[in-house]
């Protein structure tokens, strides 16, 4: 089944999942050749390993918390409303402090 992605002029909600984030899953929003959009979705002590993208990201708290480290620099918490820019090709590591969502901009 292929994904659907959002379509120009079409608004996507990423309203808090609230209590409903236990069921809800990671999906990739929006991709074109030169963005993607993903709404990422951890449980609570989900650890993503450190990485790193070409392009320029943006990791946008929805929900929740996560501890964002980047590059050599310690992990900062990042909160529901809190937005981080990270540049491209640095690595960097998330690890969800309670159950989260995040909305990650990637520019390829």
């Known amino acids: 089944m292929a994904l659907t992605h959002a ?13 409903g984030i ?3 899953q990671s999906i990739a929003l929006f ?9 990422l979705v951890f449980p609570a002590g989900h650890h993503m390993p ?3 993208v070409a392009g320029e990201i943006t990791i946008h708290c929805l929900e ?3 501890n964002v480290q980047v590059g050599n620099a310690p992990a900062v918490l990042l ?5 981080m820019y990270v ?5 960097h590591a998330l690890t969800a402090v309670q159950a989260c969502s995040v909305l990650v901009t990637l520019a390829l």
């Not at 909160?79 to 937005?83: K, N, P, Q, T, V």
């Open 22 to 24: 236990g069921a809800a």
């Open 79 to 83: 909160a529901a409303g809190h937005l």
């Open 64 to 66: 929740g918390s996560v």
């Open 7 to 19: 379509q120009p002029g079409q608004p996507v909600d990423v309203r808090p999942y609230g209590a």
């Open 87 to 91: 540049p491209g090709g640095v690595p």
């Open 50 to 52: 450190a990485h790193q």
């Open 31 to 39: 991709k074109s050749s030169g963005l993607e959009v993903m709404r």
